[in-house]
């Protein structure tokens, strides 16, 4: 007999996480063929962070509703402002107000929000725009009374009157100071919607809602329309050449990339009053490298994550690189047996003394609980945690929580 | 500019808050965070998830049966914590044998923050033995640094 002594210990480099591409004898040390709940951060393995959900008090739930989306944004007053979308609701948007105590408080004028589909958003020149897979954007500036709902629509009359039609989208960006709408839903004032799944819409450059220093009062103009007829520099293009659908957007920095089903198409601004941009397909194939995970994406500076068919991928301006590893089966198994929308993020931190840059991936299981998949871009690993009884409804931010007391809103002023 | 540290003070104000619905008894949506607070380093005590942690099935000799009967664990003090340990593997019939120690406790009530270890005996003998480690919810926060098995196997004749 001979004696032995194992070592685990990630003398080589971080913990591996997870690995099921190999049977579970010949994986390296380093690895795991199974976990849940623990964190590879700094090479340790160490029991994942508590997660505290908030029943009362200043971050609680608005109404006890469930939250399709969330998030902080910087008005052009100067103010940053943190603000909650309530899941399939006729009146869903939230401030956070600083009170004290601080309360959700309701800001009316918004269009409603579908149930189960999360909200898309942008900050763009100070005011944030909203859309939620409806025919209809709304936009709150963060000082007047209430928001504006269809601040997107074809013709000049605002509100728009029948003749004229509005429309949303199911994604929504900013690129070049173009506000862009992809995969629209388009209904005359009056009529029904019509889904446009390959359709692309911009506003004019510089969009802007404000006239005589009032709020709305430049709609449909030539300062901020996305219709052609008023100002040459809006327009629309439906990418008909390519054979699949928009399944989601990504503007990294001087290029923005419109993710489909099976291909990637690269958004180009040219500089060019009639034709503002260039649309170039990366590949326009039948089977591709595309997106299959409408908000499984994530964006964090000039990289973004998506999830193809057989991988899942890191884009860069010009880069595409393949992340999912040694723990990508398991992964992609759990993502077929997923119910509802995956939702996604990207985060620096958890809070301010926790900095660890990760992808975070949830996966609703039949309504009742989670899997979530986390990947580190520091170490370059997988781990999976689990929430047995909750499920994720809105896309998770990261928000300010800050305020001067006694401002009445949510935000803080930097002078 | 309203400053900390030299940083914009917006930064330890921000929170990753995550919308959530709770299924469990009383169904209710909820905003939850990893974070605990807006500053500092959050709880790894988790009082409603436990967590687990399996190492590779280690193939000590091929073909032949290891013995172990020691773990090792070095960990860093982050206060006390309840864990077990399970050995498996699987014997000449084709059956998987288990071995599951009895809780045992890492860790400081005043936690040092410092490295320490432990020493376990656990005797399993079977082939391709496995390393798995349990935290029960709420049971403590674990951090583990590295981990030795230590056993004896036999010697291969030629």
Redesign the interface.
Same mark, same amino acid.
Do not use: H
């Given at each position: 007999?001979?004696?032995?002594?194992?070592? &685990?210990?990630p003398q080589e480099g971080p913990w591996g996480g997870l690995h099921v591409q190999a049977?579970?004898?010949?994986?390296?040390?380093r690895?795991?063929?199974?976990?849940?709940?623990?964190v590879l951060r700094y090479?340790? *393995?160490?029991?994942?962070?508590?997660?505290?959900?908030?029943?009362t008090g200043a971050?609680?739930?608005p109404s006890?509703?469930?939250?399709?989306?969330?998030g902080?944004f910087y008005s052009r007053g100067g103010w940053?402002h943190t603000f909650?979308f309530k899941d399939g609701d006729a009146n869903p948007f939230y401030e956070l107000n600083n009170g004290p105590p601080q309360s959700w408080i309701t800001i009316g004028g918004s269009a409603a929000t579908s149930a189960g589909v999360p909200v898309s958003w942008a900050a763009f020149r100070g005011v944030l725009y909203w859309t939620d897979s409806l025919a209809h954007v709304s936009a709150w500036d963060g000082a007047a009374a209430a928001a504006i709902t269809d601040i997107a629509f074809t013709g000049a009359v605002s509100p728009p009157i029948a003749g004229q039609t509005t429309f949303g989208s199911r994604f929504i960006g900013e690129l070049a100071n173009h506000l862009l709408l992809a995969y629209t839903v388009e209904q005359p004032v009056g009529g029904a919607a019509t889904i446009y799944r390959q359709r692309i819409r911009w506003s004019n450059d510089g969009f802007e809602p404000y006239l005589s220093g009032v709020f709305g009062n430049n709609l449909g103009t030539a300062g901020a329309t996305f219709d052609s007829t008023i100002n040459v520099n809006a327009g629309v293009v439906d990418m008909l050449d390519a054979p699949d659908v928009i399944t989601g957007m990504m503007m990294l920095g001087r290029v923005g990339y419109i993710l489909r089903s099976n291909g990637i198409t690269e958004v180009s601004p040219t500089g060019k009053g009639t034709a503002p941009f260039t649309f170039n397909h990366l590949w326009s194939s039948q089977q591709g490298i595309g997106n299959l995970y409408p908000f499984g994406t994530a964006q964090y500076g000039n990289m973004g994550v998506l999830i193809s068919t057989e991988q899942i991928y890191k884009l860069e301006p010009y880069n595409i690189n393949p992340i999912g590893g040694t723990a990508r089966d398991a992964i992609l198994t759990d993502l077929n047996t997923a119910s509802g929308p995956v939702r996604a993020?990207i985060?620096p931190?958890?809070?301010?003394? &926790?900095i660890y840059p990760i992808y975070m991936l949830?996966i609703n299981q039949t309504?009742?609980?989670?899997i979530i998949y986390i990947y580190s871009f520091e170490d370059n690993n997988w781990v999976k945690w689990?929430?047995?009884?909750? &499920?994720?409804?809105?896309l998770?931010?990261?928000?300010? *929580?800050?305020g001067n007391a006694g401002t009445g809103r949510g935000g803080?002023k930097?002078? | 500019m309203p400053e900390s540290g030299g940083a914009f003070s917006i930064i330890n104000s921000q929170l990753v808050l995550v919308p959530v619905y709770d299924t469990g008894t009383s169904p209710h949506s909820y905003l939850g965070t990893y974070g605990a607070s807006q500053l500092g380093v959050p709880s790894f005590n988790d009082s409603a998830q436990g967590s687990s942690y399996s190492f590779r099935k280690e193939e000590v000799s091929p073909s032949r049966v290891p013995t172990v009967r020691r773990v090792i664990i070095t960990y860093r003090d982050l206060g006390t914590v309840a864990i077990t340990l399970t050995l498996s593997g699987t014997n000449d019939s084709g059956a998987v044998t288990t071995i599951t120690s009895p809780s045992i406790t890492l860790g400081n009530a005043a936690p040092t923050a410092d490295i320490l270890t432990k020493f376990i005996d656990l005797e399993l003998t079977a082939f391709r033995p496995q390393l798995t480690i349990n935290r029960a919810a709420n049971a403590g926060p674990l951090s583990i640094v590295s981990v030795t098995l230590v056993g004896e196997v036999e010697d291969t004749t030629l």
């Open positions: 007999m001979k004696t032995f002594e194992i070592v &685990y210990s049977p579970p004898n010949i994986i390296p040390p690895f795991t063929p199974a976990m849940n709940d623990f090479a340790e *393995l160490r029991s994942r962070p508590a997660f505290t959900t908030i029943t971050i609680a739930t006890n509703a469930s939250v399709s989306g969330i902080s940053w909650t993020c985060v931190m958890f809070s301010f003394g &926790y949830f309504n009742t609980s989670s689990t929430m047995p009884t909750q &499920y994720v409804t809105g998770p931010s990261m928000v300010y *929580l800050g803080s930097y002078a | -």
